[in-house]
């Protein structure tokens, strides 16, 4: 499915669909495969993660995609990736054209022009774990990482020079003033004025200004000033054209985006400048059948469950976000914290400069792709990492200031698991904190030790406090417990719905309840598939537990708990 940006003047396909597939081996040497030779046997669909397919359910390897698109003769092409796992190569017509290993972040591949009328596209898919190759992925993370095309491909024909992305800010909320920022890619332009048109009025030659980085940026006003919210969440949208003869365009983007503000003051987050409490869930893109391949069904069905939960906030864990799902949180009114991938990385992985250069990297790609969803309200990165040893203080810095470079509208965070001897706070413009009182309990022989969650909120403001943190607002971004669904039982011990509904009873009426707090997500939406080896020995049956749904979406009995706490504290 076609996502926003849109592209109208280009020749725009979508890939999803069938494609030619073949498992090539799980000791495959990449560097060696001759991809003319590849001999297709089967057909599998995109999107899919092929090792949740019943045929290569689990199976770890070299696979190989391939399709035929539709090409101008003359023309050159752009292909756009959404998302896949763990580690690529894109060939057009046998020539390699990308290699990446950024699982789940979006990005484009241009192709030469070709005289022929058709390209054969091949993609090669590896989901081995091996740091060097894939230093964003590791086996030790507590979701299950599977490989394939997970997200839509489409493709297109471009002009020589054309209109990448647009991205829009807002300068003056009362105004309705927004400043545009063209980047143009192709071949160098020489000109200064572009074609814009807001809400589908008939565009008209604006002047930009050339800046430092290439890209273009001028500055106007949008008629209609009505603010996103949650509650309204209203959209605006704006092509800008590059001009061509007698005031023709020669290339459209339309981008789609909503007029609101953010800011964190005085320990709280505010939305066009009213404190605003987020309450809501941690989510992974997860099905048993699909893996992260979900149909937009699924994502549809997710959305309903959460806005029924009376949630207005979910948080995007662990990695980049399919832009079908955000472009479903613009329109319904969900804030999303997005984040890059990062899963409980220690001191090796700091020094490490591929992984340092790749953090960087995953992180400046997702800004720019998701830069104008009004939903996202936060970035983050480097959830659970080791954010209390000096060695990781380099990267934590060059992250929070790479988020700046790019955007300066959004609060930036991370999800910490040392909250009371972090050493990098002083970074971020808001303190997310995961934190398991009560279930990783502290003291292992307490029964339903329900009662170290209020003593951790006091004892995690004190510490904030006293380290000159209190101006910043603080979330707790994890907090749950595990429940088997249909395990019911009159001692409501551990892994019973009846210990997690009670357990999510009590942190959501203290977070709920307390000022200090500006918001939970809970651990977790739904259950999830994580580790296949001995790592699930606290894991049973392999998936984690936590959700307020299983992992087919039915409800626990916690469902009713979080909806009556949170409906009764959300407008
Ligand atoms: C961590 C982590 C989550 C999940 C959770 C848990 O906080 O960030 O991904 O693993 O723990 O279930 O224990």
Redesign the pocket.
């Known amino acids: 499915m076609i996502a926003y940006p849109l592209y109208p003047m280009r020749h725009v396909q979508c890939l999803d669909g069938l494609w030619d597939f073949q498992f090539l081996g799980d000791c495959v040497d990449l560097d060696a495969i001759e991809v003319g030779g590849i001999r297709f046997s089967d057909r599998i669909s995109v999107p899919s993660a092929f090792d949740a397919m019943p045929a290569y359910a689990g199976k770890r390897g070299t696979v190989a995609y391939r399709t035929f698109v539709a090409s101008t003769p003359g023309k050159r092409g752009l292909l756009r990736f959404h998302g896949l796992g763990m580690w690529c190569r894109v060939y057009s017509d046998g020539k390699p054209l990308y290699q990446g290993a950024f699982p789940y972040s979006g990005f484009s591949v241009e192709l030469p022009a070709t005289a022929g009328d058709r390209r054969e596209i091949v993609v090669l898919i590896d989901n081995r774990f091996d740091f060097k190759r894939v230093p964003l992925q590791e086996q030790f993370?507590?979701?299950y990482a599977y490989g394939g095309i997970f997200r839509s491909v489409e493709s297109m024909d471009v002009p020589g020079t054309y209109v990448d992305r647009v991205r829009v800010t807002v300068e003056d909320l009362a105004e309705g003033r927004v400043n545009l920022r063209a980047f143009l890619a192709g071949s160098p332009w020489q000109g200064d004025s572009l074609l814009v048109g807001f809400d589908g009025a008939p565009a008209e030659a604006l002047r930009f200004r050339r800046m430092n980085d290439g890209s273009f940026l001028a500055s106007l006003k949008s008629a209609d000033r009505t603010p996103w919210t949650p509650e309204n969440p209203r959209l605006h949208t704006v092509r800008v054209s590059l001009p061509g003869p007698h005031g023709s365009a020669v290339d459209t983007v339309e981008e789609r985006f909503g007029l609101r503000t953010l800011k964190a003051q005085k320990g709280r987050v505010l939305l066009n400048g009213e404190p605003v409490k987020l309450l809501g869930y941690?989510r992974?893109e997860a099905s048993m059948q699909y893996g992260p391949a979900l149909p937009l069904a699924q994502l549809v069905q997710d959305m309903q469950y959460l806005k029924d939960l009376g949630c207005n906030f979910v948080r995007g864990?662990?990695y980049p976000q399919d832009p079908r799902w955000l472009d479903l949180c613009d329109e319904c009114g969900l804030l999303v914290f997005e984040e890059s991938m990062g899963?409980?990385q220690r001191e090796r992985h700091f020094l490490d400069a591929e992984f340092h250069r790749q953090q960087v990297e995953q992180t400046r790609r997702m800004v720019h792709n998701s830069y104008n969803h009004p939903s996202v309200i936060l970035w983050g990165f480097l959830?659970?990492g080791q954010s209390n040893h000096p060695g990781s203080r380099a990267l934590y810095q060059e992250l929070a200031e790479t988020i700046r470079r790019e955007d300066s509208s959004r609060l930036v965070t991370y999800?910490t698991?040392f909250p009371f001897d972090d050493i990098c706070l002083d970074l971020v413009d808001l303190i997310s904190v995961?934190q398991?009182p009560g279930?990783?309990a502290q003291d292992r022989e307490a029964v339903r030790p329900l009662g170290e969650i209020s003593p951790l909120l006091d004892r995690l403001t004190a510490s904030f406090r006293e380290r000159g943190l209190a101006d910043k607002p603080v979330i707790v971004s994890?907090m749950?417990a595990?429940a088997i669904y249909g395990w019911r039982d009159a001692l409501s011990a551990h892994w019973t719905e009846d210990y997690q509904s009670d357990y999510l009873a009590e942190a959501c009426s203290q977070i709920v309840k307390r000022p200090e707090y500006a918001g939970i997500s809970i651990?977790?939406f739904c259950d999830c598939r994580?580790y296949a080896s001995s790592y699930a020995l606290?894991?049973p049956r392999g998936i984690?537990d936590?959700g307020t749904l299983d992992e087919y979406r039915r409800p626990k009995m916690a469902y009713r708990t979080v909806r009556s706490i949170f409906r009764r504290s959300t407008p």
């Open positions: 993370f507590d979701f941690c992974h864990s662990h899963w409980g959830n659970e999800a698991m995961n398991y279930w990783y994890e749950g595990g651990w977790q994580t606290g894991r984690n936590k």
